[in-house]
C-alpha cells in the first residue's frame, strides 16, 4: 500500500528565505504528484501538478521536482514571504485515489 | 470561474439524523471523489466516481454512501450518523481518473453530536 510522508512536519522560517519541502512514497508505480496548499480551515489549492514522465515543474516562485526511482518529489520556494505561510501537502496518484503526507506547517515570519 | 462547489460549509447535526453533503462541479469533469481529513490520520479517500452511474469504495466507506446521477453531482450521504464521523470533508473533481490535476472544493465541516 502507497505510503506518503513529508519533512519537516512543521517549520518556521524569517521572510526572504529559500526552503525546500520534502515528500516521499514508498511505490515508485505512480501517475503523477499533486502538491497543495491548505490555509487553516480551507480547502485544498493546486500549486503543482508533475506528471511520471516529468522531473520539474515550475510556477512563479515554486518549483517542484520528481525522483520516482527514489520515491521522492521536493518543493522549492524561493524568496519566502509571509503570505506563504500554511500547510503544504503532497499526493501522489496511482489509479483511483490520491495519497497524501501529513503535510508540512510553514510559518514564514516579517 | 471554475470551481469545485460543496454545500453546507459547516454543519453541526445528531447522531443518527440523515444528512447529505452536495458537490458540484462546473468543469464537466468525469472523475469525482470524498475525502475526510482528520487530524493525525491526514486525508483518506471515501468513495470516488469515474463517470455518470460508476462509483466505488475508497479507502474508508463504511457509513456513507454516494450517487452519481448527474456529471456535475456527486452527494455524499450519511444515512445514521454517528460521532466518529465528525469531521472535514472534501469533494474533489479532475477530468479523468489518472494524469489529470485534482481540483478541490473549500470543505465542510461536520460535527455530530
Known amino acids: 500500500k502507497q505510503e506518503v510522508t513529508q519533512i519537516p512536519a512543521a517549520l518556521s522560517v524569517p521572510e526572504g528565505e529559500n526552503l525546500v519541502l520534502n515528500c516521499s512514497f514508498t511505490?515508485?508505480?505512480?501517475?503523477?504528484l499533486q502538491w497543495f496548499r491548505q490555509d487553516p480551515g480551507k480547502g485544498l489549492t493546486s500549486l503543482l501538478l508533475?506528471?511520471?514522465?516529468?522531473r520539474e515543474q515550475t510556477s512563479g516562485r515554486l518549483n517542484a521536482s520528481l525522483d520516482k526511482s527514489s520515491g521522492r518529489s521536493t518543493l522549492y520556494i524561493a524568496a519566502s514571504q509571509p503570505g506563504d505561510s500554511a500547510t503544504y501537502l503532497c499526493?501522489?496518484?496511482?489509479?483511483?485515489?490520491?495519497?497524501f503526507g501529513g503535510g508540512t506547517r510553514l510559518m514564514v515570519k516579517p | 470561474e471554475a470551481q469545485v462547489t460543496q454545500n453546507p460549509r459547516y454543519l453541526i447535526t445528531v447522531t443518527g439524523k440523515k444528512l447529505t453533503v452536495t458537490c458540484s462541479q462546473n468543469m464537466n469533469h468525469e472523475y469525482m471523489s470524498w475525502y475526510r481529513q482528520d487530524p493525525g490520520l491526514g486525508l483518506r479517500q471515501i468513495y470516488y466516481s469515474m463517470n455518470v452511474e460508476a462509483t466505488d469504495k475508497g479507502d474508508v466507506p463504511e457509513g456513507y454512501k454516494v450517487s452519481r446521477k448527474e456529471k456535475r453531482n456527486f452527494p455524499l450521504i450519511l444515512e445514521s450518523p454517528s460521532p466518529n464521523q465528525t469531521s472535514l470533508y472534501f469533494c474533489?473533481?479532475?477530468?479523468?481518473?489518472?494524469?489529470?490535476?485534482?481540483?478541490f472544493g473549500q470543505g465542510t465541516r461536520l460535527t455530530v453530536v
Open positions: 499526493a501522489v496518484c496511482a489509479g483511483n485515489m490520491l495519497t
Open positions: 474533489a473533481s479532475s477530468l479523468r481518473e489518472g494524469y489529470t490535476e485534482a481540483f
Open positions: 511505490d515508485s508505480a505512480i501517475y503523477n
Open positions: 508533475i506528471q511520471s514522465s516529468q
